[in-house]
């Protein structure tokens, strides 16, 4: 990887040991006044608005501005969402969930957005694959560490002290978004451009590339997907204990899950699609095994969904980043804007089929577990045929169909 990826990807790592964090002890902090499923569901819905609409309002910026900007921005957000937790109470408990998710949510957009342009238009497209697997691993490590180190932290000087040493964390990566590259979009060179009409917001330049369609289903799907995958892996964990050692201990053994994933995957020699059709098949048996909601299958649904999204997160990423190499930056951009948009939207969807939810069971959960398994299952098929009719306009005769990524 070249000097500016690597830089990248340690900006990755400051960001991740932040969104651990919020992941995990945010949601807990939420969930342990009323167990209330709609709680931490209109917490995400609040945060994944603003993550949406931030990511739009990024790309923009980055007409005029670098991504240094966008990550000193991104950390003002989090250093803001950080001391209303300490500082901010109200009687209005669903008003104060609501506030709180914007900065939270403004904080990941200027972040998602910087790292996603920063890659996009500077990685070349045998750096993919190595950055998105170095951005898996390293997250293995942090979700083994983080956890475990937040636990302690709330456990020997409670939620006020780690919302403390996340706000150095937080210092920390305002400093070094000053040595980040300087990257921005650069300005249009060509005279010819697509004209749209402003409604459109630039959707056919953005999906007009050969396999485009796939993409757009593939990631209608995703959404519905990665938010279920997100908001329950968290509430089966908490569902079994709430002893904070307990749940990091917890994500100690899925994040070990997730390393003996790794190991096959150096060993074992598969296409990127056999690969991706293992990740799918491990979640969708994670899901349906949650459905018997016993502690044990919980935790065994979490192993299981662990190592798939693994396979699934690896594969998944340098695909959909591989079909955009050959448009131009601004086309892109456009691209990584309506692909957050898409997610956030369908994201969305799933959140607000969960606000009626009283328990993790039942009819109501047994419905959402379906639609969820019928959307993760689609996805490999939409990729198998965005890739096909990708790869007729940029493939070689000698490009191999079926070379594994290196790890």
């Given at each position: 990887m070249s000097n500016d990826i690597r830089k990248l990807l340690i900006m990755?790592?400051?960001?991740?040991?932040?969104?651990?964090?919020?992941?995990?002890?945010?949601?807990l902090y939420i969930w342990e006044s009323n167990h209330g499923i709609g709680e931490v569901s209109l917490y995400n819905l609040s945060m994944y608005i603003c993550w949406g609409l931030t990511f739009a309002l990024a790309s923009k910026l980055i007409n005029r501005y670098s991504i240094r900007v966008l990550l000193a921005i991104s950390a003002v957000c989090g250093a803001m969402a950080f001391m209303y937790l300490m500082t901010v109470h109200l009687d209005n408990r669903l008003l104060w969930i609501t506030l709180l998710g914007i900065p939270v949510g403004m904080m990941f957009g200027?972040?998602?957005s910087s790292q996603n342009l920063g890659i996009a238009m500077q990685g070349k497209e045998n750096e993919l694959a190595p950055y998105f697997a170095a951005v898996n691993i390293t997250s293995q490590a942090l979700n083994m560490a983080v956890p475990i180190l937040s636990a302690a932290v709330i456990q020997g000087f409670?939620?006020?002290?780690?919302?403390?040493?996340?706000?150095?964390?937080?210092?920390?990566?305002l400093i070094y978004s000053s040595r980040m590259p300087r990257i921005?979009?650069?300005?249009?060179?060509s005279a010819i451009e697509i004209r749209?009409?402003?409604?459109?917001?630039?959707?056919?330049?953005?999906?007009?590339?050969?396999?485009?369609?796939?993409?757009?289903?593939?990631?209608?799907?995703?959404?519905?997907?990665?938010?279920?995958?997100?908001?329950?892996a968290l509430l089966f964990t908490f569902s079994v204990t709430q002893n904070k050692l307990w749940i990091a201990l917890l994500n100690l053994l899925y994040t070990l899950s997730s390393l003996l994933g790794l190991?096959?995957?150096?060993?074992?020699?598969?296409n990127e699609m056999?690969?991706?059709?293992?990740?799918?098949?491990?979640?969708?048996?994670g899901f349906l095994i949650a459905l018997l909601h016993n502690p044990i299958m919980l935790i065994?649904?979490?192993?299981?969904?662990?190592?798939?999204?693994?396979?699934?997160?690896?594969?998944?990423?340098?695909?959909?980043?591989?079909?955009?190499?050959?448009?131009?930056?601004?086309?892109?951009?456009?691209?990584?804007?309506?692909?957050?948009?898409?997610?956030?939207?369908?994201?969305?969807?799933?959140?607000?089929?969960?606000?009626?939810?009283t328990e993790m069971r039942g009819m109501a959960f047994g419905i959402i577990v379906i639609i969820t398994i019928a959307c993760l299952v689609a996805i490999p098929v939409f990729q198998k045929l965005a890739g096909r009719e990708n790869s007729k306009m940029n493939q070689t005769p000698n490009t191999s169909k079926t070379e594994q990524m290196t790890v």
């Open positions: 990755n790592i400051i960001s991740s040991i932040i969104s651990i964090y919020i992941a995990i002890f945010v949601n200027f972040s998602q409670g939620y006020r002290g780690s919302f403390i040493t996340m706000l150095i964390f937080i210092a920390v990566m921005y979009l650069p300005p249009q060179t749209e009409p402003i409604y459109t917001l630039g959707f056919r330049s953005a999906f007009g590339y050969p396999g485009a369609k796939w993409v757009l289903l593939s990631l209608l799907a995703a959404g519905i997907f990665l938010q279920f995958q997100n908001l329950f190991l096959l995957y150096r060993r074992i020699k598969f056999k690969w991706l059709w293992i990740g799918t098949l491990l979640l969708a048996f065994a649904s979490n192993v299981f969904t662990s190592v798939g999204m693994f396979y699934f997160s690896i594969v998944w990423n340098a695909q959909q980043f591989k079909y955009i190499k050959h448009l131009s930056p601004a086309t892109k951009r456009t691209f990584l804007v309506w692909r957050e948009c898409i997610l956030v939207f369908t994201r969305c969807l799933l959140l607000s089929l969960t606000f009626s939810l």
